[in-house]
């Protein structure tokens, strides 16, 4: 494993050709292709309830379930 490490590092080190330039044209079909589509992002569309009292008597009135997103640790996952 050690072997590995110090040989990726070693990797790192090595001189390389350059980076391409890229158009303006093509970075605006790059970035439309990286970005997520209005059908992918409907539940930005949502009311969302931040506090859960609030939605508890929200969903009480109007009849609905909760739908609750709980996340526990920290948000990058370095727990």
Do not use: Y
């Not at 044209?25 to 506090?51: M, V």
């Amino acid at each position: 494993m050690k072997a590995l490490l110090v040989t990726l590092s070693f990797l790192c080190l090595l001189p390389t050709s350059g980076i391409a330039d890229i158009s303006r044209s093509q970075f605006n079909q790059l970035t439309e292709l990286c970005t997520p589509g209005k059908e992918s992002s409907g539940w930005l569309d949502l009311d969302w309830e931040i506090d859960l009292w609030k939605a508890r008597h929200r969903a009480a009135r109007e009849g609905k379930p909760i739908f609750l997103w709980e996340m526990d640790g920290h948000p990058l996952g370095c727990t």
